[in-house]
């Protein structure tokens, strides 16, 4: 798995690092029983502090998308044991009510906005499909 990090962005690496984690098992390119590099060597290969990654392996590690073994690693969940639940659905409608307002008060409109959705969803989608049709 390759991520790339924006040093000079507002987000902080750690959350760089959790979004492109969840984005790669979005599109598939990771799955189910795949391993992640441990927090040292993924360090080591990023170029930051292994503080850093620890922080962002603990918050996927509380979200339910990795399960951290001693021995074996860290390895991508199973997808049933982060569906969505009340409490999600909850988080996510917060979210999305202040992702939507800004967009709303930058002049956006719902059809624009909805677009916007869906041509992520297909993005998703089309990867997804795309990795199933390889050798």
Known sequence: MFLTLDLNSEIPIYTQIRNQVVMAIAKQELKEGDFLP???????????????????????????????????????????????????YKNLKEQLEIITSEAVCRGLNSEEINKIIVDIIKDLNNNERGRENEC
């Open 38 to 88: 441990s927090v040292r060597q993924m360090a080591a290969d990023l170029g930051v502090n292994l503080h850093t990654i620890n922080k962002a392996y603990n918050i996927l590690k509380q979200e339910g998308f990795l399960t951290v073994h001693r021995r074996k690693g860290v390895v991508i969940n199973p997808t049933d044991k982060y569906k969505a639940e009340k409490e999600y």
